[in-house]
């Protein structure tokens, strides 16, 4: 990058920094700028769970930052879901739009790929689900209108983007957002089932961590964030499922809970408002629990990417297992890897993801304010 690059790049950080579209300041270094403190206690925090794993110091150690900090399970599981996003996009990215079987299969986070990005930073997924969670927080409550406001951001002025740039967009997205820049209407997506793409399922979890106490909620909202770009029913109904299953996660359902027909805690939700028929078929006949890897697709399809990530999640014992057989899967691979980190983020929670993944992604510290601005959020 040239001189002159650069300082375009500071001065379009500082102008989005200005509208709070950045992430916090994380280091005093250079800038002179005070690191917030809910920063610095977030660096703690990743810092002794570092120091732990080298063996340095115990799990009492953690007893020296405030109870804030510290996770109950719910903050845990939220932080899980949101840096477990991050995790699955950048690990996946090195191997996006692959055919699979044609790599080598990833096993680390390098970077690389068709954007040829460096080692732990992530894309358009864990962008735009950054904006939907800014939205659910500035906005105090569910506001499409705000949230394709924030999406038109990232895709004009690449607020929160690692790279300052919107460098990649889906195609139904994309269209989305230019039928809403010309109707004004936030309800852009295109409805043709052809378009059932898995562009709002990867960008979610953010929706069921704002509505924790209460699965209705949780259920409809999610759906409801599909239509700004994403209107095909099979799209919506992902979300509404999805939605719930990441409300059952967060709320500590085990497994067999998670993963027994469609989820569902009130027992009457599904009876009374039915996901459309594929939705319906993939949860009823459970194939994804008995299938080979060469049976399952990680295609952008909604449909394919529930699968993957339902197969991943079923035959795996733990966040890195079934993220590596997801992503291996090749094509989609940011996208499956995003989607299936939010619900074993959330469902193992932030304590059993790999620290040294956590340590690499771009930003790590804005996933984690995040999670901790939503869940206040549900308090509220
Ligand atoms: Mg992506």
Request: contains cysteine; charged residues 25%; aromatic residues 10%.
């Amino acid at each position: 990058m040239s001189i002159s690059e650069m300082q375009k790049k500071i001065m379009k950080i500082s102008g989005l920094s200005k509208q709070g579209l950045w992430f916090p300041h994380s280091s005093e270094k250079m800038t002179g700028i005070d690191v917030a403190q809910e920063v610095k206690d977030i660096q703690s925090f990743i810092g002794i769970r570092k120091a732990i794993e080298k063996g340095v110091v115990g799990e009492e150690y953690f007893s020296k930052l405030a109870d804030k900090v510290i996770d109950s399970d719910k903050l845990n599981r939220a932080r899980g879901a949101l840096i477990g996003a991050a995790i699955g996009d950048a690990l996946g990215t090195t191997i996006e739009f692959t055919q699979p079987g044609s790599f080598t299969p990833v096993t680390d986070i390098t970077g690389g790929g068709p954007f040829n990005l460096k080692a732990g930073e992530w894309t358009d997924d864990c962008s735009m689900m950054l904006c939907l969670a800014h939205s659910l927080v500035r906005r105090k409550s569910f506001d499409l209108k705000d949230q394709i406001e924030l999406y038109i951001k990232w895709w004009k002025d690449g607020a929160f983007s690692v790279t300052a740039e919107c460098f990649d967009i889906g195609v139904t997205v994309q269209s989305a957002l230019e039928n809403y820049l010309s109707t004004g209407n936030p309800e852009s997506g295109p409805t043709d089932e052809y378009s059932a793409g898995n562009g709002s399922l990867m960008r979610l979890a953010p929706v069921p961590i704002r509505y924790i106490s209460d699965f209705a909620e949780a259920v409809e909202y999610s759906g409801k964030s599909s239509l700004t770009t994403h209107g095909a029913i099979e799209a919506i109904d992902a979300c509404r499922y999805f939605g719930g299953l990441l409300w059952g996660a967060l709320n500590g359902a085990s497994k067999d809970e998670l993963l027994n027909g469609i989820y569902d805690p009130t027992g009457t939700y599904w009876t009374k408002n039915p996901p459309c028929t594929s939705i319906k078929k993939l949860l009823e006949e459970k194939s994804y629990k008995t299938k080979n890897s060469n049976e399952v697709r990680g295609s952008g399809y909604v449909i394919h990417t529930l699968e993957a990530v339902l197969w991943a999640f079923s035959n795996s014992s733990s966040f890195e297992e079934g993220l590596l057989k997801v992503v291996n899967l090749g094509e989609d691979a940011d996208t499956t890897g995003c989607i299936y980190g939010q619900l074993a983020g959330a469902f193992y929670g932030e304590r059993k993801v790999p620290i040294r993944w956590v340590d690499k992604v771009k930003f790590n510290h804005m996933f984690y304010l995040k999670a901790q601005e939503l869940l206040d959020c549900s308090e509220t």
